[in-house]
């Protein structure tokens, strides 16, 4: 049996994990896994009832687990926190992060050809949808190196990489690429100009070897970042360190439209995983039932595959969507025009069971 982690948060969150709680207990028991879910509070609504944004059971909780479910948290109610470290992403999600090792962010930046029209780019370059994984390096780099330090008019960041943490990451890459039609994997630096780069690439390079059925090509992140809106249909998998694909991710996933359409899986060593929507807790409309859970569903088929290797089950999860938005149903933040007839968050949780 998989013990799964669940914590909602705030705002949308509860509301948003409950339609990824249906669609996981709808599917799962038709792949022969049994999944056991256990809630914890966590952010906001955890410093409410405790005092603190990560207590320490939901911590033990996350820690006898082998992925955890996460909604969203923070809100304006807490953005007044007086201690940062108290505060809900600062307090809990960072130190999640942090505590579990969770080093490799994957996000798949997908454009429907349902929802085409959402893409801010030329409807021709765009026609028949993408799909893009973007890999980013999460716990090192530029982030994390140290020296570190704003003195008077000078200031330091160092950019570190050790060719372990290097290899770690494109094994993910390569990994996941193996999982996907295409299996191409780009690797993104700026080996012109940076030694991490130039490590980087030599360490591609030499874990590429391990898989010859995935073709590996090397861009510099100039280069990518002007691909992606000239020709996002080249690309396949993007795996790059923590600052490149923190602005490369930000850039693909604007090219899908809505913020409520992306999920996103956070690896460390095994199969351990967090699985969330990349966007936030949205207080703005929390409790009227204009949340859109797709992102959050489509996470909870990240779980599966990543977490729980249960490859079909993902790929049942995925195409419920694609048959769900195909039948034209939409959410407020991906309706087309103003016509368009909405469905509330449950009704989409039951749209998604449906195609199930
Ligand atoms: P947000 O992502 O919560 O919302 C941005 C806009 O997108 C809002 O208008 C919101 O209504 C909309 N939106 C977001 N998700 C949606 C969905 N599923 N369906 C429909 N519309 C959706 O970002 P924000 O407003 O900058 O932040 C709100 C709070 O969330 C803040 O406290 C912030 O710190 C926190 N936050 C948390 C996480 C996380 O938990 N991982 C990530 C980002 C922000």
Redesign the pocket.
């Known amino acids: 049996m998989a013990k799964i982690a669940v914590l909602a948060?705030?705002?949308?969150?509860p509301e948003?994990i409950a339609e990824g709680l249906k669609v996981l207990k709808a599917v799962a028991p038709q792949h022969g896994q049994d999944l056991e879910f256990t809630e914890a509070l966590v952010?906001g609504a955890a410093y409410d009832a405790t005092g603190h944004p990560l207590p320490p059971e939901t911590l033990e909780l996350v820690q006898n687990s082998d992925a955890i479910f996460?909604?969203?948290?923070?809100?304006?109610k807490?953005?007044v926190i007086p201690d940062p470290n108290m505060r809900?992403?600062r307090g809990a999600?960072l130190p999640l992060r942090k505590k579990l090792g969770l080093y490799a962010n994957l996000r798949p930046c997908i454009l429907y050809s349902a929802l085409s029209s959402a893409c801010p780019l030329r409807a021709d370059l765009v026609e028949g949808g993408f799909d893009i994984l973007v890999v980013r390096e999460l716990t090192g780099g530029l982030y994390f190196g140290q020296p570190k330090s704003w003195e008077g008019d000078n200031a330091i960041d160092t950019c570190l990489y050790s060719r372990e943490e290097i290899t770690r990451i494109l094994h993910v890459a390569f990994k996941a690429a193996q999982k996907r039609p295409n299996k191409r994997v780009v690797s993104v630096d700026k080996a012109n100009v940076l030694e991490t780069s130039r490590l980087w690439r030599d360490t591609a390079t030499k874990v590429a070897a391990e898989y010859p059925d995935v073709e590996l090509s090397h861009q510099l992140v100039d280069a990518t970042a002007m691909d992606l809106v000239r020709r996002p249909q080249s690309f396949d998998v993007i795996v790059t360190e923590n600052l490149f694909g923190d602005i490369l991710s930000d850039e693909a996933a604007q090219l899908t439209g809505?913020?409520?359409m992306l999920p996103s899986a956070s690896l460390g060593q095994g199969t351990f995983g967090l699985y969330?929507?990349?966007?936030?807790?949205?207080?703005?409309?929390a409790g009227t039932g204009?949340?859109?859970?797709?992102?959050?569903i489509l996470s909870a088929a990240l779980l599966l595959r990543y977490s729980l290797g249960a490859e079909a089950a993902a790929l049942q999860i995925e195409k419920a969507v694609e048959i769900v938005l195909n039948a034209g149903h939409r959410?407020?933040?991906i309706a087309e025009t103003p016509d368009t007839k909405i469905v509330t968050?449950t009704e989409m949780g039951d749209l998604v069971v449906a195609a199930l």
């Open positions: 948060g705030d705002g949308i969150g948003i952010g996460f909604g969203a948290v923070g809100g304006p807490y953005d809900p992403e999600l809505s913020l409520g969330e929507p990349s966007h936030g807790s949205a207080p703005d409309i204009k949340a859109n859970p797709l992102a959050t959410t407020g933040d968050c």
